[in-house]
């Protein structure tokens, strides 16, 4: 760092990585557990807090956050103010960097690459592969040819994922850090315009770079600004209406800034797809026109399909400029396109044709149906989950606790339901007392065992409003063995909505080999709903699955899976997966009332139809 400057802050997701990757270490040197979990339950706990931690360490209140004690705090205190922590360097220089990188493995935890490195040798990726292939992992007491074929398999996805994107539960709050930040740093109006573009525009799962456009007559002091924020680590490059910077943590960022008569055809180019804008181009020259970076030029003579010939007289001079992105399609003949369908997926004959769905919005979730608190692994009461999602504008919040039968969790078995239902019926009275529209429904999140029994009884389930049905563990069985595991589940008569149908996270653990289709098809059969689960390490049914859903005619529902109050929040991801699918308001089930969620929950339905 250049003497003198500032060290940028550290992020929570940057302390929380610091001690997770700290009691991973601890874990490969064979620490004992208590000590191992003295840093990871650190990491977890700075990782959700809504909080910046700088503010909580300011504050003199890191002892006060849960799970973190004195040594864990003054080693966070150290971090932040240093930017580094001499115990982790001490652990890493005992561990051979290639054993940590086997940590980067989907699937692959501290524990097997300890024994990987302690009893095979195996100190990187390429050797745990080698190894692999030529069955020496089988040496290894528990492992067998199925298992290094899962490893074979994590190392694929691994590979094949690109370094450089990131996740867009990391990158579309910074994006959006980073919009607010201009906007603050330049002053009232000299950001006219501004907008997140690329494919976090059009919320694809991850992202290569950040990217803003914005209109400014002051470019100048616009960039100046941008180039200064406190989220950027150096300037990559910068020209007059342009700047490219790395972030303390995160993607490159790029800010592009333009006259507001070029807005729409800006704003259009930026967002993409390439597929969705060599559509657009193709459209424009049977027009006898050019799509260029801010507008339209006519072309001399280009011929129009099947109409001759336009020339610039006729096209009405050599260029054209756009305001909005709407009046540019208009222009073309064509019903503007919303970003999250730009990816050539035929949005552009349904916009010639004018058919393109109307979308499901944010604003039309009434309620959520999924969601955790303090009775199982939560971190708020039932009270205050009720009253945040009030607060929200919900209508309605189902408290799905974890069932039994998930061993990494405390579950709620049939005697805790009982007292948890008091609970819910005494915050609904309280409701009802003071004249306000808004209830709890009580179900849970049964765990669907090995065996695909469910975590409670039926006689237990069938007194509950609502029951979701989940696998957390077993996700790598084969595919024959797991896909009639949640079809027994499936076909129970008490199992509302199938919740995070393939298991994945992001960037860290591979979908089972779940037979998709046949599963969608059973829910399909059955009744049961299918969950676009919102929180943006798992965004499980995808886009691709929840069109398909769709398809084979799934009820679906949208579900933030809250375990804290600003998970909340998290059900803008899944809003627009949905868009993403091309799903409307009419085909999202907690887009309704409560009563008519109700009658067409699986076990009220009677016949009745979704649609």
Not at 287 to 308: D, H, K
Not at 338 to 360: F, I, T
Not at 374 to 390: F, I, L, N, Q
Not at 455 to 471: F, K, M, N, Y
């Amino acid at each position: 760092m250049v003497e003198g400057t500032k060290r940028p802050r550290m992020s929570n997701k940057q302390v929380s990585g610091v001690f997770k990757a700290t009691g991973d270490l601890l874990q490969i040197l064979g620490e004992s557990r208590f000590v191992v979990l003295a840093y990871t339950n650190a990491a977890r706990t700075i990782d959700g807090l809504e909080q910046d931690i700088n503010e909580v360490a300011s504050a003199g209140a890191l002892r006060d956050l849960p799970r973190v004690g004195e040594a864990i705090a003054e080693k966070i205190q150290t971090l932040l103010d240093t930017g580094s922590l001499p115990y982790y360097d001490e652990l890493a220089r005992q561990v051979p960097e290639g054993v940590v990188a086997m940590l980067q493995v989907p699937d692959v935890g501290p524990k097997t690459v300890q024994r990987l490195w302690r009893e095979l040798d195996i100190t990187s990726v390429e050797a745990l592969k080698t190894s692999a292939e030529e069955g020496r992992l089988r040496g290894l007491k528990g492992f067998g040819a199925k298992t290094e074929e899962r490893i074979l398999k994590s190392i694929e996805l691994l590979s094949s994922r690109s370094d450089d994107r990131t996740p867009i539960g990391s990158s579309r709050p910074l994006a959006e850090s980073l919009l607010t930040g201009l906007k603050a740093a330049c002053g009232e109006g000299v950001v006219e315009r501004i907008s997140v573009v690329g494919s976090l525009r059009r919320w694809r799962e991850t992202t290569g770079e950040i990217r803003l456009l914005a209109v400014s007559s002051l470019a100048e002091q616009t960039l100046k600004a941008f180039m200064s924020l406190p989220q950027v680590a150096e300037v990559v490059q910068s020209n007059a209406d342009a700047a490219t910077v790395s972030l303390v943590d995160g993607p490159p960022a790029t800010l592009k800034v333009v006259e507001q008569s070029q807005w729409g055809t800006a704003l259009c180019r930026a967002t993409g797809s390439p597929d969705h804008l060599a559509a657009l181009d193709e459209k424009a020259k049977d027009m006898g026109w050019q799509l260029g970076e801010s507008g339209l030029y006519a072309l001399a003579a280009n011929p129009v399909s099947g109409n001759g010939s336009v020339s610039r007289s006729e096209a009405g001079g050599d260029q054209r400029f756009f305001d909005s992105e709407e009046s540019l399609y208009e222009f073309m003949g064509l019903q503007w396109v919303p970003p999250e369908l730009r990816e050539g997926g035929g949005e552009m004959e349904a916009a010639s044709d004018r058919s393109l769905p109307k979308l499901v919005s944010h604003g039309e979730i009434q309620g959520e149906v999924h969601g955790h608190t303090t009775w199982s692994d939560g971190k708020s009461s039932v009270a205050e989950m009720a009253e945040a999602a009030r607060s929200r504008g919900y209508r309605y919040w189902a408290v799905t606790d974890h069932s039994v039968g998930l061993g990494v969790t405390r579950g709620v078995d049939a005697e805790a339901l009982l007292e948890q239902r008091r609970e819910v019926d005494a915050v609904n009275d309280s409701y009802a007392a003071r004249g306000i529209d808004f209830r709890l429904i009580q179900g849970t999140e049964v765990e669907v065992l090995g065996d695909g029994e469910l975590g409670l009884p039926d006689a237990v389930l069938a007194v509950l409003d609502v029951v979701v049905a989940s696998i957390h563990s077993g996700l790598r069985q084969d595919r024959q063995r797991i896909t009639e595991r949640c079809l027994k589940a499936i076909h129970n008569p008490f199992v509302d909505i199938l919740g995070h149908p393939t298991g994945r996270l992001l960037g860290r653990r591979s979908p089972s080999e779940i037979d998709l289709e046949k599963i969608l098809s059973a829910c399909a059969d059955t009744g049961t709903a299918v969950e676009i689960n919102a929180n943006p390490e798992r965004l499980d049914l995808s886009a691709e699955h929840a069109r398909l859903a769709s398809g084979l005619g799934c009820s679906v529902v949208i579900n933030s899976d809250a375990h804290s109050i600003g998970q909340l929040d998290l059900l803008r991801y899944g809003v627009h997966t949905a868009r993403r699918a091309w799903l409307r308001t009419e085909d999202i089930l907690n887009a309704r009332p409560l009563d008519e969620l109700l009658a067409l929950l699986k076990r009220n339905r009677s016949g009745r139809s979704l649609k």
